[in-house]
């Protein structure tokens, strides 16, 4: 799949940094997304012992899963210091999570690394996903679970159609369709990929709070294409008009998400697909 676009990832840096004492209170859809994702780990008959949280933000799944495996050993990475700073609180005093800030698409760490990488809600924020699934299935040992979820097509839908009718600059991100995702990970080597979607709705009294919501979450644009400066109150003013046409009969404005969901398997190596153990040179029989 070609790359279409890219962010500013100073600029995403800084969004995350900024809502990382907000985040946890809008943070509502994440949240509700995350435990979807974990109750899909229930069904997988694997208990993994070394864990990739990958875009941890303020460390939600971390702590889950800290908190459902006693046994297992949990690193987190992700791009915002703050939003790191804030995931090295989670955990009992006795068991801290492996936390770095580092790029989801250039990952600091040894091939075969771990035996399981979880993604809620982060892979949206990479420009290059061929490059991103490839990264993971590196860092995966052998046969390693790669489960996560992200955002598809249909995401923000009401806020783009808004945006369309006050100019033509690009204020919403791009989202990849769900079975270009399923390709994407065939093509970085995922063996059995599994994918689905569903659509969940969130509603604001108002379109100034919807906005508030996304900001408090980081959720900010980072296109390198994205208007320069700030948006005025003028262009606030005709982004809510624009959002009236959506607003339903109890007065209340939608806010749509397209949530994917996905997982598949690191590729195994030739020797475990054939079943080849150690060699053992046999000197004598009998």
């Known amino acids: 799949m070609s790359k279409s676009f890219s962010y500013d990832y100073k600029q995403v840096r800084h969004s995350f940094d900024r809502s990382s004492v907000t985040y946890d209170e809008a943070a509502i859809l994440q949240r509700e997304v995350a435990d979807r ?12 012992e070394l864990i990739l949280d990958l875009g941890s933000g303020t460390g939600y799944v971390t702590k889950k899963l800290l908190d459902h495996d006693k046994q297992a050993f949990l690193t987190a990475i992700d791009l915002s210091p703050k939003m790191c700073h804030v995931t090295k609180q989670q955990g009992g005093w006795f068991r801290k999570p492996q936390v770095i800030c580092g790029n989801a698409q250039s990952l600091p760490f040894k091939d075969n690394a771990f035996d399981c990488v979880i993604s809620s809600l982060m892979l949206q924020w990479c420009d290059d996903l061929q490059q991103t699934f490839t990264g993971i299935n590196r860092v995966l040992k052998s046969e390693g679970l790669f489960s996560f979820s992200t955002f598809g097509p249909d995401t923000l ?3 783009n159609l808004a945006w369309q009718d006050v100019d033509d600059q ?3 991100h791009p989202f990849i369709d769900m079975h270009d995702v399923a390709d994407t990970l065939l093509t970085a080597g995922f063996e059995q990929p ?7 709705t969130l509603t604001y009294s108002s ?3 919807l906005l508030k919501d996304l900001k408090m ?3 900010n644009n980072a296109l390198t294409t994205r208007p320069k400066g700030l948006t005025g109150r003028q262009t606030i003013r005709k982004l809510e ?3 009236e046409k959506f607003r339903t009969k109890d007065g209340l404005y939608p806010l749509s998400y397209e949530v994917i969901y996905g ?3 690191g590729k195994a190596s030739l020797e475990d697909k054939l079943g080849v153990g150690k060699v053992v040179e046999i000197k004598s029989v009998g």
Not at 37 to 48: D, G, N
Not at 194 to 200: A, K, T
């Open 263 to 265: 997982h598949g398997w």
């Open 157 to 159: 839908k009401e806020l």
């Open 207 to 209: 379109v100034q709070l």
């Open 194 to 200: 599994v994918v689905d979607m569903e659509m969940i």
């Open 37 to 48: 994702l974990l109750e899909r780990l229930e069904y997988i008959q694997k208990s993994p």
């Open 241 to 243: 008009k624009a959002y």
């Open 170 to 172: 690009a204020h919403t």
């Open 217 to 219: 979450i980081g959720a």
